[in-house]
């Protein structure tokens, strides 16, 4: 199994940044692409960005140009690093980690780090 623990969220008034980690443990070997999911209240859970092995990254529309997706392989660590914060930021943020084949179709989910944005 994979374990996956988030850090960083927290209370930034609009215009601000914050820098979400997520901490990969236990069968790392399994992963493939990890990345950050949000929900906000009485909303669905959305993608915000994902990154590869390799690198190749992937980003919501919403949050293009604002947030940074990145990955440290040896420490088995992504990052999110959120700048021009917006009050529709607020939600819940869930590190994600799929699996590699044979694991190909396995998510794995963080417990969720909270952010809100004030006006």
């Known amino acids: 199994q994979v374990q996956l623990q988030e850090s960083g969220g927290g209370l930034m008034q609009a215009g601000g940044s914050l820098t979400l980690s997520c901490a990969a443990s236990?069968?790392?070997?399994?992963?493939?692409?990890m990345g950050w999911y949000r929900q906000a209240p009485g909303k669905q859970r959305e993608l915000v960005a994902t990154?590869?092995?390799?690198?190749?990254?992937n980003y919501a529309d919403s949050v293009k140009g604002r947030f940074t997706i990145s990955r440290d392989n040896a420490k088995n660590t992504v990052y999110l690093q959120m700048n021009s914060l917006k009050p529709e930021d607020t939600a819940v943020y869930y590190c994600?980690?799929?699996?590699?084949?044979?694991?190909?179709?396995?998510?794995?989910w963080g417990q969720g780090t909270q952010v809100t944005v004030s006006s």
């Open positions: 236990g069968s790392v070997f399994r992963i493939n692409a």
């Open positions: 994600n980690a799929n699996g590699r084949a044979p694991w190909s179709g396995t998510d794995y």
């Open positions: 990154i590869t092995r390799d690198g190749t990254t």
